[in-house]
């Protein structure tokens, strides 16, 4: 959020998983006031955009506080191909990635493995293995 010359950083957690499934229910974790994003200019960081539902849920919530302007970047976007995808990218993307379970560098499986310093897939025994 840029205001002027000067920035404000709000973090906000959204969980959408359970397991290895998207809940289809969109948890907002955080901020319970975001009036003052108001007239702003708001760029949303996002670690990984999957069918985008999420994506669509935050900005539907984020609407209601009339920004100026709301972007999006995301380090990773799966390539999906079974008809799950909302159709929502964002502005900016750092890698497509093929359409896997991903852990590490903050991407999780069930509270699991944020603190990997590198990102890799999460094969069918640890999802087992670490399902709750």
Do not use: W
Not at 8 to 23: G, P, Q, W
Not at 32 to 38: K, Q
Not at 53 to 67: A, D, G, Q, S
Request: proline content about 2%; glycine content about 8%; hydrophobic content about 35%.
């Amino acid at each position: 959020m840029i205001n002027g010359s000067s920035s404000t950083i709000e973090f906000l957690r959204l969980k959408s998983y359970h397991n290895d499934a998207s809940s289809g229910e969109v948890q907002i974790i955080g901020s319970d006031d975001l009036s003052y994003l108001g007239g702003q200019n708001v760029l949303i960081v996002e670690d990984i955009v999957d069918t985008g539902r999420t994506m669509l849920k935050l900005l539907t919530t984020l609407e209601k506080y009339k920004p100026k302007t709301v972007r999006c970047a995301s380090l990773l976007v799966k390539r999906r191909d079974d008809g799950d995808m909302t159709g929502y990218r964002p502005e900016f993307i750092g890698f497509e990635i093929p359409d896997k379970f991903v852990i590490g560098y903050a991407l999780d499986y069930n509270e699991y493995f944020r603190d990997l310093d590198h990102i890799c897939i999460l094969n069918e025994h640890g999802q087992k293995k670490f399902a709750v």
